[in-house]
C-alpha cells in the first residue's frame, strides 16, 4: 500500500482534533449519514458513520484517508467515496474493530491501493 489509509490527508488533517460526533457525512454523490465515533488516534485514525435508513441502519468504518475536507461552519465530513462504494464496503463489526488487527487490513484494503475486496481502486 502505496499510502497510510489510517491518516489524514493534509488538507483534512488540520482540522482532524475536532469533535467530529454528530458532523453530516457527505460522499461524492450525497450524504451518507452521520459521525458516532471518530478517532485521531496516530496510524489508526477513523470515522464510524451511523447511515441511518439509507442502508437500514448499517455502520461503516471510514479510514481517515477518505475524507478530503472537513466543515466546521456547516458541521459536515466530505468523502472521496460514492454512496456505493461506502455501501459496499466490509461490515462495520465494533468487536472486531477493537481487537482483531486484521479486521483493519480488511477495511484498510478495501480503501486503499489496489483494493482486493472490489473497493474504488480495483
Known amino acids: 500500500m ?6 489524514y490527508k493534509s ?5 482532524a482534533g475536532a469533535d467530529l460526533t454528530g458532523y453530516k457525512v457527505e460522499a ?6 452521520k459521525v458516532d465515533k471518530h478517532s485521531d488516534e496516530v496510524g489508526d485514525a477513523h470515522l464510524v458513520v451511523d447511515t441511518g435508513v439509507w442502508i437500514f441502519g448499517k455502520e461503516v468504518l471510514l479510514p ?4 478530503v475536507s472537513i466543515d466546521p461552519s456547516e ?25 482483531d488487527p486484521g ?7 478495501y480503501y486503499g491501493t489496489g483494493a482486493p475486496f472490489g473497493g474504488p481502486h480495483a
Open 28 to 33: 461524492t454523490d450525497g450524504g451518507i449519514g
Open 103 to 109: 479486521y483493519h487490513d480488511e477495511v484498510g484494503a
Open 2 to 7: 502505496t499510502e497510510n489509509v489510517w491518516s
Open 75 to 99: 458541521q459536515k465530513v466530505f468523502v472521496d467515496r460514492t454512496k456505493q462504494q461506502i455501501k459496499d464496503a466490509p461490515d462495520f463489526d465494533r468487536d472486531k474493530h477493537l481487537g
Open 11 to 15: 488538507t483534512a488533517g488540520r482540522l
Open 64 to 67: 481517515a484517508s477518505t475524507v
